[in-house]
């Protein structure tokens, strides 16, 4: 069992009765050891990821002003307006219902990023299962979207191309396209912040002092080109979905 951090060990010790007990109640059984820490790094690190973001939400919402915003309000309306821009050049006509799904994925993977750089805390996305997590909710929200948008028939036009005689070989190749996609979301985010991760942490651990402040800012750069593809991507296949034939 890996160290506990921390915050994972507050989490262990306040709620590891009622994890048991939940993973109990959805037949998921643990080794005796196993539930002494139910709560693992990365599921801990969510929750810190959750809380921080719940807490910056509510600091934006209170320090709303029209004639005096502040630099809190500048930064929320600038994500908002980036992604918003950017979903309404690729997706087109209705782009606003899906752009505060996308400000929040980016927000929040933005935040599990950068969250390695604190001393003793880790990145989570670092960790496979929450890029992979990202990755199945964003495949199933645009694929919910297509069908919402083009009705069954026409959402599996999609995958069929113009060509009625090869539409059956044209399917099965856009099916295993798609579910190649959440293997490529996840592989790409996880093996970028997990070398990220790995670099940083060496070179602290060789030369504490000034080298690792390059790495650190390394580890931001790729932090925020992480996220921008993730979205990018994402917003992608939301415009792929969405679109009807004329």
């Not at 942490?201 to 921008?228: D, E, N, R």
Request: a negative charge; glycine letters at 6%; hydrophobic letters at 55%.
């Amino acid at each position: 069992m890996p160290e506990q951090l921390w915050f994972t060990a507050i989490l262990n010790r306040y709620f590891g009765g009622f994890a048991n007990a939940l993973l109990s109640a959805l037949h998921i059984h643990l080794s005796e050891r196993r539930k002494l820490a139910p709560i693992t790094n990365y599921v801990a690190m969510e929750i810190l990821v959750f809380v921080i973001l719940v807490l910056f939400f509510l600091a934006a919402r209170m320090s709303l002003s029209v004639e005096k915003p502040g630099v809190l309000q500048h930064a929320v309306e600038w994500m908002n307006s980036f992604v918003s821009d950017q979903s309404e050049e690729m997706i087109g006509h209705g782009y606003e219902t899906y752009t505060s799904y996308l400000v929040t994925l980016g927000v929040f993977i933005l935040t599990a990023n950068l969250l390695g750089l604190v001393p003793g805390f880790e990145a989570p996305t670092a960790i496979p299962s929450v890029p992979l997590g990202c990755a199945l909710v964003t495949w199933i929200f645009y694929h919910v979207h297509g069908l919402r948008k083009n009705g069954l028939i026409g959402y599996l036009k999609h995958f069929m191309g113009p060509v009625w005689w090869i539409a059956p070989l044209l399917f099965v190749i856009e099916v295993f396209s798609h579910l190649a996609r959440i293997m490529s979301l996840t592989i790409r985010l996880y093996a970028n912040m997990f070398a990220g991760d790995m670099v940083t942490l060496v070179f602290f651990s060789l030369i504490p002092l000034g080298v690792p402040v390059l790495f650190m800012g390394l580890h931001i750069g790729v932090s925020l080109i992480q996220t921008y593809i993730f979205v990018l991507l994402a917003t992608v296949y939301l415009a792929e979905a969405t679109a009807q034939e004329h």
